[in-house]
């Protein structure tokens, strides 16, 4: 079976070292090398070198192609890196702080310069309301340019953050998925994928993408939002999605990010695991683990 990622993370050097001015201080001259090993992390090199180390990775694993996701605000470059050097088997996301003054800059230049494919938003951890008319226009700027939105909703927890004692002031009020699909339902040619079934929102994100055909639902991660909800699981999860949602709009997705871990293999097992369980048919199973990558990112 072919497997297309939708959701890697591209731990750069710019990454740990934007953590590592959050622990000590922004004039802290903490190295990226010096930061990963507090993680007990490889040290990332050249968003080069990362790059071709996640092709290794990926070959090992027969993953075809991978969105690798910009995980600071401001880490564009890395990503467009990477993308330029492997552009058959990547394709770049990136974090985008809506609230700030440059995001529609920051977001016109990714887009039209570098050849990015989608921003992605973390309402929670910047604090701002998805009604907010900025949110809008990072939509208008996406749709202007072909490209696609990425919302975290629901909990948000970032373990570098929490690994390194850096305190979270995550408002999970701010990622609600009834609130993206009542912007995204105004640009009706931006595709608009919600990670991890809604993170614990999964009632909400059945809803959102009921009323909003643009919405999909990516299913990364261990899923271990479930907790929030006695009785449920991951195979009961897939049961629901593909019976509102269907299987056009669930993409794969595993949320790796560090290494020496490299490509969440286990997630990507439990996900086909789930899948036999329900019976779900080989072509339905395509769709999800490649086909809808495709038409999102031809």
């Not at 970032?158 to 690994?163: D, G, K, M, N, T």
Request: hydrophobic letters at 45%; proline letters at 5%; charged letters at 20%.
């Amino acid at each position: 079976m072919t497997v297309h990622d939708v959701h890697c993370h591209f731990f750069s050097a710019r990454f740990f070292e934007t953590l590592g001015r959050e622990k000590y201080g922004q004039e802290s001259l903490a190295t990226a090398d010096q930061v990963a090993r507090e993680l007990g992390w490889d040290a990332p090199g050249s968003p080069e070198a990362l790059a071709d180390r996640w092709i290794d990775e990926l070959d090992r694993y027969r993953v075809s192609r991978t969105a690798l996701i910009a995980s600071v605000p401001g880490d564009e470059d890395s990503v467009a890196a990477a993308v330029a050097r492997h552009p058959g088997r990547f394709v770049g996301l990136f974090m985008l702080d809506a609230s700030a003054r440059d995001a529609p800059e920051r977001a016109t230049r990714a887009f039209a310069e570098l050849g990015l494919r989608c921003a992605c938003l973390f309402p929670a951890m910047h604090r701002y309301r998805l009604d907010d008319d900025r949110v809008a226009k990072v939509f208008e700027i996406a749709a202007a340019h072909h490209a696609a939105i990425f919302v975290h909703c629901g909990y948000l927890s970032v373990s570098a953050r929490v690994r390194l004692g850096i305190p979270s002031r995550f408002d999970l009020r701010c990622g609600d998925p009834l609130a993206v699909a009542a912007v995204a339902v105004s640009f009706p040619t931006v595709p608009v994928m919600v990670p991890h079934f809604g993170a614990g929102f999964f009632r909400e994100a059945l809803m959102a993408a009921e009323v909003c055909p643009t919405i999909h639902l990516d299913t990364s991660s261990s899923n271990g939002w479930v907790k929030y909800v006695p009785g449920l699981t991951l195979a009961e999860v897939f049961r629901r999605a593909l019976a509102v949602v269907g299987p056009d709009r669930l993409i794969f997705g595993s949320d790796s990010s560090f290494f020496p871990r490299g490509w969440h293999r286990v997630i990507c097992g439990a996900q086909q695991t789930a899948l036999d369980e329900l019976g779900v048919e080989a072509e339905i199973g395509a769709k999800i683990f490649s086909g809808n990558f495709e038409r999102i990112f031809p």
